[in-house]
């Protein structure tokens, strides 16, 4: 049976892909996880490659900062992604340091004019350097940010003035309705930027939750699933807790994913 839905590469799952080589649509490939690979790590990863379309998503490229671009940074996404003829690049509508002082969230950027037009030219260097367009992840928002600008509308003008698409995901909406009471519907609705794809996860089912992506998709992530209206590829995340990948590829082939994702 062939899953609907791709999966978030982990470390520990690339033997028992290559062994058992299910039928996947896709494979999303964490840069991060593979900066410093050695050359044999480098190719198994070559060897999935053979089998599956790759989608290469980043962490650190910082977008929202007000510190000096990472260029050298920026061109081993583009080695990488070069390498392994990756599909589509994406990184987060975020920023991580102040005066080279990084932290480990993705922090969330204020809805302002000002904002809008420093990430947007930060995206257009970034786009220049690679030659390609990228996409950007909507964050989980904890606290109020300042601005007025809707949220799904800076999505939209950055799509407007760079080209760069929107990393969906319907996760990240969902934990931020439950701080804040931003409904995802709204969000989906204000979206009229270009699709690149989509993140599904669940997270702890806790009065103020994190998005820790530990566990399946909750019946809230596959029901705005089903309003997207879209032929994007569809990524499954799983990063706590993970189970060995024959416990995960059951769910990837469950009637629950599959229906979820059938167009």
């Given at each position: 049976?062939?899953?609907?839905?791709?999966?978030?590469?982990?470390?520990?799952?690339?033997?028992?892909?290559?062994?058992?080589?299910?039928?996947?649509?896709?494979l999303e490939v964490l840069f991060e996880q593979w900066l410093f690979a050695t050359e044999p790590a480098l190719q198994k990863l070559h060897a999935l490659r053979e089998r599956y379309p790759f989608v290469l998503h980043c962490l650190s490229m910082n977008l929202g900062s007000c510190d000096p671009l990472d260029a050298e940074y920026v061109?081993?996404?583009?080695?990488?992604?070069?390498?392994?003829?990756?599909?589509?690049?994406?990184?987060?509508?975020?920023?991580r340091s102040t005066e080279g002082r990084w932290t480990l969230s993705l922090l969330p950027l204020p809805r302002t004019e000002e904002a809008l037009d420093h990430v947007c030219a930060r995206v257009?260097?970034?786009?220049?350097?690679?030659?390609?367009?990228?996409?950007?992840?909507?964050?989980?928002?904890?606290?109020?940010?300042?601005?007025?600008?809707?949220?799904?509308?800076?999505?939209?003008?950055?799509?407007?003035?760079?080209?760069?698409?929107?990393?969906l995901d319907l996760n990240n909406l969902l934990v931020t309705d439950r701080w804040l009471g931003e409904a995802p519907s709204t969000f989906?609705?204000?979206?009229?930027?270009?699709v690149a794809w989509i993140h599904v996860a669940g997270h702890a089912d806790v009065p103020l939750p994190v998005d820790d992506h530990s566990a399946l998709p909750s019946a809230d992530c596959l029901a705005l699933?089903?309003?997207?209206?879209?032929?994007?590829?569809?990524?499954?995340?799983w990063d706590r807790d993970r189970p060995p990948f024959d416990?995960?590829?059951?769910?990837?082939?469950?009637?629950?994913?599959?229906s979820a994702t059938a167009l």
């Open positions: 049976m062939r899953a609907r839905m791709g999966i978030s590469l982990r470390s520990e799952w690339v033997d028992p892909l290559l062994s058992a080589h299910p039928d996947l649509p896709a061109d081993e996404v583009g080695a990488f992604a070069k390498r392994f003829e990756v599909s589509a690049v994406s990184d987060h509508l975020s920023w257009g260097a970034v786009q220049d350097r690679l030659g390609r367009a990228i996409a950007l992840e909507n964050v989980s928002q904890y606290l109020e940010v300042p601005g007025d600008i809707p949220h799904a509308e800076m999505f939209n003008e950055l799509h407007r003035r760079t080209g760069a698409g929107v990393h989906l609705d204000a979206l009229s930027a270009e699933l089903d309003r997207v209206q879209t032929q994007a590829p569809v990524i499954f995340e416990q995960v590829l059951p769910a990837l082939l469950s009637e629950r994913m599959q």
